[in-house]
């Protein structure tokens, strides 16, 4: 099990760019998979994109492809989602997920593949 703590959430416009950080509390989330979750108030929890443990593999959901980027340091414990031309309908509380794993190109979509979150950081892109 590891703790997951993101950061970098804020109050963005339209257009503009921002970037999440989820730090591991355990030097052995270099043997997780990961991921970012989003959710809006009365809609489940929806995948934005995923890892595989060595970064090699990443997936991404359509509706953020092309603007989104997933990625990790495991020398510094620490998984990133960088943002970029943001929209409204970005707006959420954003969640940081891993589950261990080192299957070679392995990643997890599912909310319930995933046993360690951490507590999530509003985003809000409003004009």
């Known amino acids: 099990q590891v703790q997951l703590v993101e950061s970098g959430g804020g109050l963005v416009q339209p257009g503009d760019s921002l970037g999440l950080s989820c730090a591991a509390s355990?030097?052995?989330?270099?043997?997780?998979?990961a991921g970012w979750f989003r959710q809006t108030p009365g809609k489940e929890r929806e995948v934005v994109a995923a890892?595989?443990?060595?970064?090699?593999?990443?997936y991404y959901a359509d509706s953020v492809k092309g603007r989104f980027t997933i990625s990790r340091d495991n020398a510094k414990n620490t998984v990133y989602l960088q943002m970029n031309n943001l929209k409204p309908e970005d707006t959420a509380i954003y969640y940081c997920?891993?589950?261990?794993?080192?299957?070679?190109?392995?990643?997890?979509?599912?909310?319930?593949?995933?046993?360690?979150w951490g507590q999530g950081t509003q985003v809000t892109v409003s004009s």
């Open positions: 997920s891993a589950r261990f794993g080192r299957d070679s190109g392995t990643y997890y979509t599912t909310e319930r593949a995933y046993d360690n």
């Open positions: 355990e030097r052995t989330f270099r043997n997780y998979a």
């Open positions: 890892i595989t443990w060595n970064g090699g593999v990443t």
